[in-house]
């Protein structure tokens, strides 16, 4: 499992090609069994190649080669497909949550096996708050299924701005009974996933703006690069910690991952220190801004890195909004950039219909974005700059929900924001310079 590899990555195990992958801020994994050499004396060499020849390939400085962590992961031959477990809170009071848990099995053993799945779910202390099991369902060889279970929990500690409270959902696989065999081959039980989440309630409301567990706040956002500055691409952890310490100090409350999918550790962080984040995935999309950059792919791998990353971060409290694109060149070509984001919003709804996609719009008024109904194709209208601009958008259609994806420091600003309850929040350029 790679978290990101910079990039036009090509992996083999053993000389036998597993795939190739383009976009460097993508995670994703290969499956390795069936080319293992399991022998003490057997070497098994996996070899990765990443090609950053052709330049320039990006607006920024985007290191190269292997810059995020990468993970050996041994399954059981019953065991959960990769960033299938999901955990949602539907349902959130002072007094108790719902808690919704599910998984989907996958049988790489040779024959069918009964199966049910055991849930769970321990406080930020580790102590037990509630539990469940499936009913059992037969998943012949070489199959998957669905697996679903809900849970009470009551008086839940809230996830809140600054109060990183998170509980933790081990999902476990158990012999189901019957004719055949459970989960192991010898019946016992395994874990097949563990996922921290948080229990809060958000929403996006077109006349009071954002609330976040009844409350209604504003958000006091930043945008920040993958990289760290002086250090590189391949970051460590504390330099993201110190970086949010500081941005804390000053009352910054949300980070945008500008302008591609974060580092899984980075939203962790977020997660524990209790930042809100929007999840960016791209700076194009088939229109150019270098001629090396992601457009020469978009076409082919967008859905599938929209939805590789929407899956493996979906569990993160932390996000509040997935954004589709930063200041994309295709908008003045209404029909395709239409078509194109309609596609984008699907992917997202269909892998997590619990959050809300936007755009960082570019010069919406010119691309006439608000008037050929590019904008109302997203949950929450954003807009790089120009708060005038977004704010004249909601008068004109009230039922639009709004937020400032890309702004300036100046006091303009800060009036926008402070003097219209529509105006949900807005992220600063930039929370730290960049390479």
């Known amino acids: 499992e790679f978290d990101g590899v910079m990039a036009n990555s090509d992996v083999w195990i053993n000389g036998y090609h597993l795939g190739r992958r383009p976009y460097g801020y993508a995670s994703f994994e290969y499956e390795l069994t069936g080319h293992v050499n399991f022998g003490a004396k057997d070497a098994n060499v996996v070899a990765v190649r990443a090609d950053n020849v052709a330049q320039p390939a990006s607006r920024w400085y985007t290191g190269a080669g292997i810059y995020r962590h990468v993970r050996l992961l041994l399954e059981e031959p019953v065991h959960a497909e990769h960033w299938s477990t999901f955990v949602t809170t539907p349902k959130v009071s002072a007094a108790e949550a719902t ?16 199966v049910k799945l055991q849930i769970r779910i321990t406080d930020s202390r580790g102590g037990p708050v509630g539990s469940a099991e499936t009913g059992a369902q037969v998943v012949a060889a070489g199959k998957s299924a669905d697996f679903a279970a809900e849970i009470t929990v ?61 409350i209604n706040l504003k958000i006091k956002g930043v945008a920040m690069h993958h990289d760290g500055g002086a250090v590189g691409a391949a970051v460590p952890l504390r330099v993201w910690q110190r970086r949010l310490e500081l941005l804390r100090q000053i009352g910054v409350n949300a980070i945008r991952t500008a302008h591609n999918p974060a580092a899984p550790e980075f939203l962790a962080l977020c997660d524990r220190m209790g930042f809100l984040v929007m999840d960016e995935m791209f700076d194009c999309w088939t229109v150019a801004k270098n001629p090396y950059d992601y457009h020469l792919y978009f076409n082919e791998w967008s859905e599938t890195d929209t939805r590789d990353t929407v ?56 691309s006439h974005d608000y008037d050929d109904g590019l904008a109302d194709l997203l949950d929450v209208i954003g807009q790089n ?3 005038n601009e977004i704010l004249a958008a909601h008068a004109a259609k009230p039922t639009r929900k ?16 402070r003097d219209n309850a529509e105006y949900s929040g807005q992220f600063l350029w930039a929370g730290f310079d960049y390479m």
């Open 99 to 114: 808690v919704w848990v599910e998984s989907r099995l996958v049988n790489q053993s040779e024959q069918a096996r009964s």
């Open 311 to 366: 899956r493996r971060d979906r569990n993160h409290p932390s996000i509040i909004l997935y954004s589709a694109g930063n200041e994309i060149h295709d908008t003045p070509k209404a029909d395709l950039a239409k078509e194109i984001l309609s596609g984008l919003v699907a992917v997202f709804h269909a892998n997590d219909a619990t959050r809300p996609v936007t755009q960082a719009l570019f010069r919406p008024n010119v």
């Open 154 to 214: 009551k008086n839940p500690e809230r996830w809140d701005i600054g109060h990183g409270a998170l509980y933790r959902a081990e999902v476990g696989v158990l012999d189901g009974g019957g004719a055949t065999r459970g989960s192991r081959a010898d019946g016992g039980v395994h874990t097949a996933a563990t996922v921290e989440f948080g229990i809060r309630e958000f929403h996006f409301d077109a006349d009071t703006g954002f609330w976040l567990n009844g």
């Open 402 to 417: 709004i937020v400032g994806t890309e702004n300036q420091l100046g006091r303009p600003v800060w009036l926008a924001l």
């Open 385 to 387: 700059y120009r708060e």
